[in-house]
């Protein structure tokens, strides 16, 4: 990573991407609208706080206002402009569309569908997301989607917002982050409905969203059948590029190297199943050459299991529900696995504010022992505490290339929390020039790159976000 912002500056200056590569931003309806006071979230602000008795967001921070973006949309727009973009993702509130369960609110239809086209109007392709981690309260009490009948709300909602702005939008994202969302809902407990350690639960309700997806991308294709241009739908999971930790403190807290050679082999399988679960496993079923339709088979048996379980035909529902691979991704997370005596509190002079993620969490097994994510002390970090790592961009975007070429990749959401954008503009310099490298390898006369590592098929890359000062899903709003 560049050290300082001269060198930010130098190492980009001579970057050049495909003219018609995507530069963008990327928002979410509840942390910018304002006024949004009968969805999930609102309720969890509501709630105070969380099982654990921290604030359900922190220092009870609330979206209120947020960034008035749902009255501010043309001062947004001429920014936007300015900023030479090309394409804006923003999400659509589906409890300002639907405030009460069967009655549509067409005005804010209609007012989303205008963005649409002044977004396209100024040469801005906009990318709706249908689902960003908020619904409305009504389909809370209706118990969310832990129940399949009301994955038949999500799908009408979806195919009344996609008749109205198909005409005006070809880029979609289906659903935000599922993998995030479930386990930080069902598991980590920090989103709502804050449930802890609930992997039942979590598990029906990452089927649902599955089924919503194919659903969803039904309802797009359908919407847009008579458009001059195909619709491009992307299924945009949170990626944690998952690695085995290690460390001579680790080997001296075993007492043994016997026990600390059992902890790194446990630790490569742990990090290794992770990935799987966590990185590939739904893509495998919507995009994997030659077995789509189904989940994998090696290096575990995901797919018979899920058989076993009654998933089958929501699986092979899912083949060829997306176009292109959405990459939201801001860390790697190191797994540790060690007894549960030897987890203190974060130490927060060394590791700075930790906040809660969906790898922050710590997953107990028998015999005392447990799994959990850890932090390097001396690592450089942003201000939620998440070491930064641009090589782990690079890495994932490779491994999801080698595993799914050629669907075309498209970074959905990328960039880190920090005030004075010190670290951000080194941060996004070195990244931008780790994609160019995999964009631009150097071709053979044999048509392959002289690096043995075929050119990567990036579409775009969408930073997160447009605006600094909006609330963040359970943090505080100091963390820009």
């Known amino acids: 990573m560049p050290v300082n912002m001269q060198e930010a500056n130098d190492v980009c200056r001579d970057l050049k991407f495909p003219p018609r590569f995507l530069w963008g931003t990327a928002t979410a309806a509840y942390q910018i609208e304002g006024g949004l006071d009968q969805c999930n979230w609102s309720l969890w602000e509501n709630q105070k706080t969380r099982r654990d ?8 921070d609330r979206a209120g206002q947020a960034c008035c973006a749902w009255t501010l949309f043309d001062q947004d ?87 109205v702005l198909a005409p005006h939008c070809r880029y979609w994202t289906t659903i935000n982050e599922l993998n995030g969302y479930a386990i930080c809902g069902w598991i980590a407990g920090v989103h709502p409905p804050g449930k802890v350690n ?33 619709s491009v739908i992307c299924l945009a999971l949170n990626h944690v590029l998952f690695l085995p930790f290690d460390s001579q403190q680790s080997k001296r807290r075993l007492l043994s190297w016997i026990g600390w050679l059992l902890s790194r082999m446990v630790s490569n399988i742990v990090a290794l199943f992770l990935n799987y679960v966590y990185n590939f496993v739904f893509l495998d079923a919507i995009f994997a050459s030659g077995h789509a339709g189904r989940f994998p088979l090696f290096p575990f048996p995901f797919h018979l299991v899920a058989i076993f379980a009654g998933w089958g035909s929501d699986i092979r529902a899912l083949r060829a529900t997306a176009d292109w691979i959405g ?19 974060p130490n927060t002079a060394t590791e700075g504010p930790r906040q809660a993620s969906p790898t922050d969490m710590f997953i107990a097994v028998p015999f005392g022992l447990e799994v959990r994510a850890t932090a390097i002390s001396n690592f450089e970090k942003n201000e939620m505490g998440w ?18 070429q050629p669907v075309p990749i498209i970074i959905t959401e990328s960039g880190t929390a920090d005030a004075t954008d010190q670290k951000r503009v080194r941060y996004i310099a070195a990244i931008l020039c780790a994609l160019h490298q995999l964009m631009m390898q150097p071709k053979s006369k044999t048509g392959s790159s002289s690096s043995g590592v075929d050119a990567i098929d990036i579409r775009g890359y969408l930073i997160w976000t447009l605006m600094g000062t909006s609330c963040i899903f359970c943090y505080d709003v100091t963390r820009r």
């Open 53 to 60: 008795g921290r604030p359900t967001v922190e220092n009870f």
């Open 77 to 163: 727009l001429i920014a936007m402009k300015k900023l030479g973009i090309k394409m804006y993702r923003f999400s659509v509130e589906w409890s300002r569309i639907e405030p009460v369960c069967g009655t549509f609110d067409e005005s804010a239809l209609q007012r989303y569908k205008s963005w649409c086209q002044k977004l396209r109007n100024a040469g801005i392709e906009p990318m709706v997301t249908l689902h960003h981690f908020t619904e409305p309260a009504w389909f809370v009490e209706k118990r969310g989607w832990e129940i399949r009948d009301n994955i038949d709300y999500f799908q009408a909602f979806v195919e009344r917002t996609t008749e």
């Open 327 to 345: 990459v939201n991704h801001y860390y790697r997370s190191y797994v540790q696995f060690g007894t549960t005596k030897e987890r203190g509190p």
């Open 198 to 230: 609930d992997f039942l639960s979590m598990l029906t309700v990452v089927r649902h969203l599955l089924v919503a997806h194919s659903r969803a991308a039904r309802a797009i294709r359908a919407a847009s059948a008579t458009n001059s241009e195909e």
């Open 387 to 404: 070491d930064l790592t641009p090589s782990s961009m690079t890495r994932l975007v490779q491994i999801l290339w080698d595993r799914y």
